[in-house]
């Protein structure tokens, strides 16, 4: 089983600024398998990323994904008040990472 | 517009079984893709339970397989968990969602098991 690291798990950051997460498998996880959601308190997650760099629908361009092999990373260019939350990375139809909370600095 | 919806008790006796069911309006189950059960315990992180594809095969957790049964009913255009053996470790939040990449999630139950 493929066990899915993040981090920091948590990032404190200011609107505006970059923020960077990580994914890191303890084994090689093909590109198209791996995506990104996003969670606010109280409301299901939501996918940002799927295929490891590919936009879901209604995503904002300040999100990004890249990676492959075992490091994948999630980019919010400059984070918007609505971005702090926690996000997840998953390989399809398998385990979650734990978690990256963005939070305001 | 896909809709999952989650019905099913929300609270559950240690030792017994724990069944949900997700029906799913928007699109028809047997025309594909794959549908799945996710929870996230009180304050902490998601964790997949299963997978099931319209055609019925299926695909488990190791850490909850051998407790884990997801079925489909395309007549009735549902997917249905049952988690046996319940404790307090099984309280959760239940989700499910169309899955591989999960696109589409239902708004979550909460179930709790106590006696």
């Known amino acids: 089983e493929i066990v899915l690291t993040q981090s920091p798990g948590t990032l404190s950051l200011s609107p505006g600024e970059r923020a960077t997460l990580s994914c890191r498998a303890s084994?090689?996880?093909?590109?198209?398998?791996l995506a990104w959601y996003q969670q606010k308190p109280g409301q299901a997650p939501r996918l940002l990323i799927y295929?490891?760099?590919s936009r879901a629908t209604g995503i904002p361009d300040r999100f990004s994904g890249s990676g492959s092999g075992t490091d994948f990373t999630l980019t919010i260019s400059r984070l918007e008040p609505e971005d702090f939350a926690v996000y997840y990375c998953q390989q399809y139809g398998s385990s979650f990472g734990g978690g990256t909370k963005v939070e305001i600095k | 517009q896909v809709q999952l919806q989650e019905s099913g008790p929300g609270l559950v006796k240690p030792s017994e079984t724990l069944s949900l069911t997700c029906t799913v309006s928007g699109y028809s189950i047997s025309s594909g893709y794959y549908w799945g059960w996710i929870r996230q315990p009180p304050g902490k992180g998601l964790e997949w339970i299963g997978t099931i594809y319209h055609s019925g095969s299926t695909y488990y957790n190791p850490s909850l397989k051998s407790r884990v049964t997801i079925s489909v009913d395309t007549s009735k255009n549902q997917f249905s968990l049952k988690l046996s053996s319940v404790t307090a470790a099984d309280t959760a939040v239940y989700y499910c969602?169309?899955?591989?990449?999960?696109?589409?999630w239902g708004q979550g139950t909460l179930v709790t098991v106590s006696s």
């Open positions: 295929g490891a760099s």
């Open positions: 084994q090689s996880v093909s590109s198209s398998y």
């Open positions: 969602a169309r899955d591989r990449p999960v696109d589409y």
